[in-house]
């Protein structure tokens, strides 16, 4: 188990730069989103808790998918992304979206009786996932649903057939998020903490992304290169020679049709609180 303090700055920073790459990739996987919210049964006027939101991108959605008549509180650690993320709603009139600072390591969630909870890509960089587990069941109505896409299986992300240098980043790159004290594949041991805690498990469902050159997830992945290898290097787990090689292998993938990226596989979690 990662034993790193709780005040551990954020892994993937909040730049602008971090900021415009989650802009991207929330378009890319909105589809994979509204989908996991549509199997959830969410529908309008209800109450969603957004745990680590970032600048808010899921959260507008949400926001427009429950309406006037229902609510979206979101909590993010960032004050930077928890500004962002208050100009975006008010800019798209969400009245009934909240944004608010929150640390899912310290602060206690809202017992509010939430019908849903959204969590994706957050669990996995929380050095302790305790309070977390302990709050979620307060926070949620009995019945109230929890949606997460974290990942599963991180070493499935490469570049195909040629990417040795891109496979050595994926590697690096968790080595990064357990030095933060995350766990990469964190939802391999979620389904059975939850279950513990009283929930029930409804769905378990891998949602694998394969990006050909020109895709959408193509271009994700081949941003994620570009911004995260930066930190990489400053945490001494990356080196100009490696990011060379690895621009390289992308430049060559880009004249070869039958090139392709596969992306680190998110596990669908699906779960219900259970009634008293
Ligand atoms: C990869 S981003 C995902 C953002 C958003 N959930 C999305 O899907 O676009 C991870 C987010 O988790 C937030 N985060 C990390 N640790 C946190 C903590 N202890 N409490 C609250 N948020 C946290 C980060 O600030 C960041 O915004």
């Given at each position: 188990m990662p034993q790193q303090p709780?005040?551990?700055?954020?892994?993937?920073?909040?730049?602008g730069e971090e900021l415009e790459r989650l802009r991207f990739q929330h378009e890319l996987w909105r589809p994979l989103a509204e989908a996991a919210w549509d199997r959830a049964g969410l529908t309008a006027g209800e109450r969603v808790l957004d745990l680590g939101?970032?600048?808010g991108f899921a959260a507008l959605d949400l926001a427009r998918r429950v309406g006037p008549t229902g609510q979206v509180l979101a909590l993010e650690h960032s004050p930077a992304y928890v500004a962002a993320g208050r100009l975006l709603a008010v800019e798209a009139g969400l009245t009934h979206l909240e944004l608010r600072q929150h640390d899912l390591l310290r602060d206690p969630l809202p017992?509010?009786?939430?019908d849903l909870a959204w969590m994706r890509w957050v669990a996995m960089f929380l050095a302790d996932l305790e309070p977390l587990l302990t709050q979620l069941p307060l926070a949620l109505r009995p019945g109230g649903r929890l949606v997460l896409h974290e990942?599963?299986?991180?070493?499935?992300?490469g570049l195909h057939p040629h990417g040795a240098a891109i496979h050595r980043f994926g590697q690096a790159v968790q080595r990064s998020f357990r030095q933060a004290g995350?766990?990469?594949?964190v939802n391999r041991r979620l389904p059975s903490l939850l279950a513990a805690r009283g929930?029930?498990?409804?769905a378990l469902e891998p949602l694998p992304v394969l990006g050909r050159e020109g895709s959408l997830a193509a271009q994700w992945m081949q941003r994620f290169v570009m911004v995260y290898a930066h930190q990489l290097q400053a945490q001494g787990l990356w080196s100009a020679a490696d990011q060379a090689e690895a621009l390289a292998e992308i430049e060559a993938a880009a004249e070869d049709p039958g090139s392709f990226w596969m992306g680190p596989t998110v596990l669908e979690l699906r779960a219900t609180r259970w009634a008293p």
């Open positions: 709780t005040d551990q700055p954020y892994v993937l920073g909040t730049h939101a970032g600048p017992h509010e009786g939430f990942y599963v299986q991180w070493d499935s992300f995350g766990d990469p594949d929930f029930r498990i409804d």
